[in-house]
């Protein structure tokens, strides 16, 4: 079982998504287990501090380098796997894409690292094996971005994908490939009429029609 540790600030804004459809059922089928880890625990002092003003001065709030660290730390503890990775989510990151997923789907154990704020303390990139860009554009925070690392690599885990679907239509549905159209009923839809080869019951000119319209990604 695959097992994705994700520190944040903001656990409570991962429960939807984590809790939803495949995702759900690929903890239920205990392919994969998802554990939240709230960086506020690992805050300093009575107030559970996790940030401070920046030196050098500027706008905003940056993380600082020991609740992260020792947060990491915390994760790598539990899982003592010898295929694990420490990813920051972060704009200035590698570009995320469908080679990467594959990449992390053969792990044993993913660190999910959040920045929130202006930042984290730049030293932090010590504990880090790679960092993550999902875009080229500036979220609040790295929870999203993880959100989408997340859902990508789970449904490269194998088993949670199809199990409804038969061996021969899931050799369209390999990872990489992004599918082909897709129609269902009714066949006119406000004088929309579904593509005449797909009602021909000919499999062997609807297989080479769908091949002919999926994509591939990298
Ligand atoms: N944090 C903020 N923006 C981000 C992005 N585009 N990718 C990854 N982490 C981020």
Redesign the pocket.
Known sequence: MMKIQIITLFPEMFEGVLNTSMLRKAQQKKLVDYQLINLRDFGLGRRKTVDDTPYGGGDGMVLRPEPLVEAIEAAKQKTKNKKQKTIL???R?QKFNQAKARQLAKLDNLILVC?HYEGYDERITKFIDEQ????D???T??EL?AMVVIDAVTRLIPGVLGGETSAEVESFNQPGVIEYPHYTRPEDFRGMKVPKVLLSGDHAKIAKWRKSRQKRVL
Do not use: C
């Open positions: 989510m972060t704009p990151g920045g993550i860009s999902i875009g554009y500036v979220l925070g790295g971005p």
